[in-house]
């Protein structure tokens, strides 16, 4: 399967630098994936779109303000260190820039030296450790100091650093957003749960590898990146319950998907979970547990469309991208949503 069976052709200006001002009222796209039948609808009318019945699983990982900028001691050079994965001892694996310049043993400050941190290790694929020294609690340090790590297709200062985090993100870990959620309001939350679908969460903590492009020929030859995810046994009894019901999973992002489909028994049967994951969906991919999907519209060759692509079809899925291009709606991190079912 070629990667550039994925392709799509995007206009830069349809790239959303900015947060819609109301989460809900960001477009919707519906897609039915037996017909390829498209819908264009606002997002708060996804409720619509639900049944008693059905189960919805959102994914609560917090986004890290994982962006330090700082200085190379001594000399002062300028540097940016990216916070990856939390690798114990006050040691964590991140990018750096300039990376020749931060080799093994070079000394870091950030905040007129409120953190400091010293390169301990060299990665292969170029990754470094830096273990980190503080006073107080890091995550703390983090949020005086770090910023938003925005996707690098976003050019714009973000204003309010909530906007990149969904309003339900509680546990903290990842170094991007799961951005289908972003979309959703406690009020609108509220109207699904009263309809009567079951709301459960789950936890990936979203590597950058998110956008990582494709850069094989083929998608076969695409290694996958691992991140780490969580399912309480509360949201496998829910989904279990919902299945056994008649009703409908519904994932919230390619996160959610990807976390339950990882864990979950060929018939479908979900136990609690915790555990490093780095499945890769593409067509001829046979779901066991999702029926229906929320998602952002995603980048042309990316694992993301790949994933998109298996569970509606690459034709009905480029062919509602082509609807979307044409319809002008907002695109990626920021951009409007998808319904497919």
């Known amino acids: 399967m070629k990667t550039s069976d994925f392709y799509y052709d995007l206009p830069e200006e349809l790239i959303a630098q900015t947060p819609i001002r109301q989460r809900d009222t960001s477009r919707l796209m519906t897609l039915d994936r037996k017909t390829g ?41 300028a540097c940016e260190v990216l916070l990856l994965i939390d690798r114990g001892d006050k040691t964590w694996e991140c990018l750096v820039r300039p990376g020749r310049k931060m080799r093994t043993g070079a000394k870091l400050s950030f905040g007129d030296g409120q953190l400091t941190a010293q390169v301990v290790g060299e990665l292969k694929g170029g990754n470094r450790l ?19 790590p925005l996707p690098p297709y976003i050019k714009e ?39 009567g679908v079951g709301i459960g969460y789950v936890t990936l903590h979203v590597g950058l590898g998110t956008f990582r492009p494709v850069k094989e020929d083929t998608v076969e030859g695409h290694e996958m990146h691992s991140e780490f995810c969580t399912i309480p046994q509360e949201t496998a009894d829910l989904i279990n319950r919902t299945k056994a019901a008649g009703g409908r999973c519904v994932c919230v992002g390619t996160t959610s998907c990807r976390t339950l489909e990882s864990w979950a028994a060929e ?44 569970f509606a ?29």
């Open 37 to 77: 039948a498209v819908e264009h609808h606002h997002f708060y009318e996804l409720v619509d779109y639900l049944n008693p019945g059905d189960c919805l699983i959102l994914n609560d990982s917090r986004v890290l303000p994982a962006r330090l900028l700082g200085q190379r001691l001594p000399g002062g050079g």
């Open 130 to 148: 830096v273990r980190f020294d503080y006073e107080g609690i890091f995550l703390e340090v983090l949020e005086r100091l770090g910023k938003m």
């Open 157 to 195: 200062e973000l204003q309010d650093r909530e906007r990149y985090q969904t309003v339900y993100a509680k546990v903290v870990g990842s170094a991007a957003a799961p951005t289908a959620g972003l979309h959703f309001t406690p009020e609108l939350l509220e109207k699904i749960a009263a309809k």
């Open 267 to 310: 018939d479908g049967h979900m136990e609690a979970k915790a555990g490093w994951t780095d499945i890769f969906i593409y067509p001829g991919y046979r779901f066991k547990v999702m029926d229906a999907l929320v998602t952002n519209f995603h980048l042309p060759e990316s694992t993301l469309i790949m994933l998109v692509s298996a």
């Open 313 to 341: 079809g690459r034709e009905h899925t480029l062919a509602a991208y082509e609807a979307a291009v044409k319809e002008r709606y907002r695109f990626f991190s920021f951009g409007d949503a998808m319904f497919l079912y």
